[in-house]
């Protein structure tokens, strides 16, 4: 039998899984994951408080995660300036399972969403999977946001949700403050829309995070995760920041304990260690800046990039190109974007291997 023998349901068919290659190489920059491993301080920290709450796993752990909410609350609160609760943050296990609450609790059937690609492919396969319908709004040829048209594709559609991806994956591109608030307007003109600015690699940006626009806007949520900046992918750590009233709706929806104790346990642990890993990130945007300048400097076409992950081209056949470079030993990731290829900022050593393995191709190519 055949998955299109199944009787799944009609949005389904013809879909595929997501994900990226999963290939053993010696450089892998297709996954936008942090390339430092954890320092060993926090190994042990990580240790201690699992060894802790193992002691208790005969027990449910904490359903609604008190005190893991409350530290994040303290680190959105340090680093961005804007003072938040404990009622304002929502974790779950990744980003994509907080966006997946979102659209259980304000999507669904009959209900429609709206983003602006190309864009975070799991904003489409998320509504899709929840009967969400999903509409796909305009972008300028920069891959920037297209204020009018966006106001234009808010008013046909009257979205229940509408997604801003800022730093934008794939292309790594911010969305300007004023932006955000024209479109957080527009939508609530049209009709109460929830408004889901997804800051997945925020820590990255030049920008300031736009965390502080959720005062006085209930209706309008943000998203992060602890998967990049923080080094901790294998975690799948995610969480929200909202009107508390955002916090409560969502735990409708939320399976119970579905944090377990050691994810608690480890994403504690984690925050413990900010500033350190925080430092990271310092590196990682250094080499991304150095980056984007080679990258220009070898006549390749660069999307400006506030994440820790650069788009390049223009290639006349882009996925040629990625198995060229694969050729040198190197994973980088084809998203499908017209002519552009995608890379992770590495280690310097990592960053070096592509730029030498990119350099070699181009020179093929020219030969050809």
Known sequence: MKIDDLPIRDEL???????????????????????????????????????????DLNRYPDRDAVELRTELARYLTRSTGFALTTGQVWAANGSNEVIQQLLQTF??????????????????????GTGTEWVAGPRNADFTIDEAAAVAALAEHRPDVLFICSPNNPTGTAVARETVLRLYDAAQAVKPTVVVVDEAYVEFSHQDSLLPLIEGRPLMVVTRTMSKAFGAAGLRLGYLAADPAVVDAVQLVRLPYHLSAVTQATALACLEHTDTLLGYVRRLKQGRDELVERLTAMGLEVTASDSNFIQFGVFEDPQAVWQAILDHGVLVRNNGVPGRLRVTAGTPEENAAFLQAVATVIKELSTV
Not at 117 to 127: A, D, G, K, V
């Open 13 to 55: 068919r013809g879909q595929s899984p997501y994900g990226a290659p999963q290939l053993d190489v010696p450089v892998q920059l297709n996954t936008n994951e942090n390339p430092y491993r954890l320092p060993e301080e926090l190994v042990a920290r990580i240790a201690e408080r699992v060894a802790e709450a193992a002691r």
């Open 107 to 128: 999507g669904g059937p009959g209900r429609r969403a709206l983003g602006f690609e190309p864009s975070y492919q799991m904003h489409e396969l998320i509504s899709r």
